[in-house]
């Protein structure tokens, strides 16, 4: 792995870590992080209330490439509900409200960060 290839993957655990964080600060709870599947991979699950929650994290350092909620793209909708509907299979229950939130994290320092929550971030 390259130098550049490691210090993205370090930033994207960094913004997931803290991005758990804030969710659990904001009483959210955090039940899975990284859950593949054979659709993809889920960065966060939690619970919010009564629903379920699937949480795409965005980490950057700086705006040179675009805010990080701006690598999110419609197209993922899709790949979504269908990481969803997987984790959803496991479950006895029916009718589980679900949303799919996004978590963009804006660097500002080694210990700080812009976070911006975006719920429900596929309704459109």
């Not at 993957?9 to 904001?26: F, I, P, Q, V």
């Not at 993809?40 to 929650?53: H, N, R, T």
Request: charged share 35%; aromatic share 12%.
């Amino acid at each position: 792995m390259s130098k550049k290839q490691e210090k993205s993957r370090n930033l994207s655990h960094r913004g997931k870590d803290a991005a758990a964080r804030y969710l659990e600060l904001m009483d959210f709870e955090v039940v899975e992080r990284d859950w593949k599947c054979p659709a993809g991979k889920v960065d966060i699950v939690a619970w919010d209330g009564g629903e379920l929650v699937f949480v795409k994290v965005r980490t950057r350092t700086s705006i040179e490439r675009g805010f990080p909620s701006e690598r999110v793209t419609p197209q993922q909708r899709g790949r979504a509900e269908k990481m969803a509907s997987y984790f959803l299979s496991d479950f006895d229950a029916v009718d589980i409200p679900v949303r799919f939130d996004v978590v963009a994290l804006m660097v500002v320092s080694e210990d700080r960060a812009f976070v911006r929550h975006y719920r429900n971030a596929f309704n459109f």
